[in-house]
């Protein structure tokens, strides 16, 4: 076989500077292949030594060392010369545990390693290799390789070319690690965020109906029924003669407070205008309300909202951002007015909440969720594929979020 007649190729006795390949190498090279001998020998002292069952009294060739280590390395190891023919190369016994193929099965074939290249990698391998070939990089890349039985192997393979003392090209040499198991776990992993995504916006849509049916009930049932309180209040207050002391009053102003808080927290909950008119109309009530609860003057812009509907999935999540990240000025930013600008100009929906407060370090609040609002702000975005970005410096804080939108949607 071609491969034994490879390893058999030793050291001649007295020779400098020759190989297991049975050819002169150069320096770096040489002083590599000393480096491996003398770690072999660690392992391979003069005595006795087990050989297909029999026991021997000799130290192991250089051959030996070299076949027994690399036959223990867990990857394909392999040697193409490019100044040969494909006759000339190795590959390591590995090849026949991880694709099914022997070594002779797979050196006879000067095409078969890249007959099981896999359909979509073909073309990124030819283009990696050539470069490779073209500037003497190294090649470090990810493959898929179809083994004997049409099983799909992932390879991490790392490529170097090897030079004659003169420069020109001798081999090329690699190994290729079997790395199917990890790519599964990161696909379970993927397909876990995945699963993890789609309920943590499910638990949205399932919060966004329940405030939505709670703000019609307070709105519709209990603010009817203090609505209809206060218009017998105002019959009796008209019929009935009071004291100074009745405390008629004091109760009509309760029942106008009670009719108040209902009508702001049915708002709150879930603002209808946002379903009837649109994300625009909805933030200049959010923002005229924020301003009257907590005397902190927004400087609202805003660009191609007029007249444009998203899908209401995005336009809520747009609208509680803002309302989150006011509240947090209002909480925490110490400071008396805040800027809103939201564009939707093009394929692209951008928010950004803006404060000259006193700031905070943006990483350490996310890092241990000091902040669910800052957290649930930056999960709404990513949810629906966008993105949210933090910055804040004292004196000035903004956060941005931004999704991408189809250009036509109205």
């Known amino acids: 076989m071609r491969r034994q007649q490879i390893l058999e190729e030793t050291l001649p006795a007295g020779g400098q500077g020759f190989s297991l390949l049975g050819e002169m190498l150069p320096p770096e090279l040489l002083k590599d292949e000393h480096t491996l001998a003398e770690l072999a020998g660690v392992f391979f002292r003069a005595g006795s030594v087990e050989t297909d069952g029999a026991t021997a009294t000799d130290t192991p060739g250089l051959a030996d060392v070299y076949r027994i280590l690399?036959?223990?390395i867990p990857a394909i190891v392999f040697i193409a010369f490019l100044d040969k023919s494909f006759g000339e190369a190795y590959v390591s016994p590995q090849i026949e545990e991880t694709l099914g193929f022997t070594q002779e099965e797979w050196l006879n074939d000067p095409i078969r390693w890249y007959e099981q290249i896999h359909p979509d990698d073909k073309g990124r391998w030819s283009t990696e290799v050539a470069?490779?070939?073209?500037?003497?990089?190294?090649?470090?890349?990810?493959?898929?390789?179809?083994?004997?039985?049409?099983?799909?192997?992932?390879?991490?393979?790392?490529?170097?070319?090897?030079?004659?003392?003169?420069?020109?090209?001798?081999?090329?040499?690699?190994?290729?690690?079997?790395?199917?198991?990890?790519?599964?776990?990161?696909?379970?992993?993927?397909?876990?965020?995945?699963?993890?995504?789609?309920?943590?916006?499910?638990?949205?849509?399932?919060?966004?109906?329940?405030?939505?049916?709670?703000?019609?009930?307070?709105?519709?049932q209990i603010g009817q029924i203090l609505t209809g309180l206060k218009l017998k209040l105002e019959m009796l207050g008209r019929t009935e003669p009071r004291s100074s002391n009745s405390g008629f009053d004091e109760v009509q102003a309760l029942v106008n407070e009670l009719i108040t808080r209902t009508r702001e927290l049915s708002l709150d909950l879930r603002p209808a205008t946002l379903d009837h008119l649109g994300l625009l109309a909805a933030l200049h009530r959010l923002l005229r309300h924020y301003t009257s609860q907590t005397s902190i003057q927004v400087n609202f812009k805003h660009e191609g909202l007029r007249d444009r509907r998203f899908r209401p999935e995005l336009e809520?999540?747009?609208?509680?951002?803002?309302?989150?990240?006011?509240?947090?000025?209002?909480?925490?930013?110490?400071?008396?007015?805040?800027?809103v600008s939201i564009y939707a100009l093009s394929d692209k929906l951008t928010i950004e909440i803006e404060d000259r407060g006193i700031g905070f370090d943006p990483s350490a609040?996310?890092?241990?969720?000091?902040?669910?609002?800052?957290?649930?702000?930056?999960?709404?975005?990513?949810?629906?594929?966008?993105?949210?970005?933090?910055?804040?410096?004292?004196?000035?804080?903004?956060?941005?979020?931004?999704?991408?939108?189809?250009a036509n949607s109205d």
């Open 316 to 339: 809520t999540a747009a609208f509680r951002i803002v309302q989150e990240g006011l509240t947090n000025v209002a909480r925490h930013a110490e400071a008396d007015e805040a800027a």
């Open 365 to 406: 609040v996310l890092a241990v969720g000091q902040s669910s609002g800052l957290t649930g702000m930056r999960e709404r975005a990513i949810l629906l594929g966008g993105s949210f970005t933090v910055e804040s410096r004292p004196g000035h804080t903004c956060l941005t979020a931004e999704w991408e939108v189809d």
């Open 70 to 72: 690399v036959e223990q």
């Open 131 to 220: 470069q490779m070939l073209l500037t003497g990089e190294p090649l470090s890349s990810d493959y898929r390789v179809i083994a004997r039985h049409g099983r799909i192997v992932h390879f991490r393979c790392d490529v170097k070319i090897v030079r004659h003392a003169d420069g020109h090209p001798w081999f090329i040499h690699g190994t290729a690690f079997d790395t199917t198991k990890q790519q599964h776990d990161e696909e379970a992993l993927r397909e876990y965020a995945e699963r993890m995504k789609v309920l943590s916006q499910s638990l949205l849509d399932i919060q966004e109906s329940e405030r939505r049916r709670i703000a019609l009930e307070l709105h519709d």
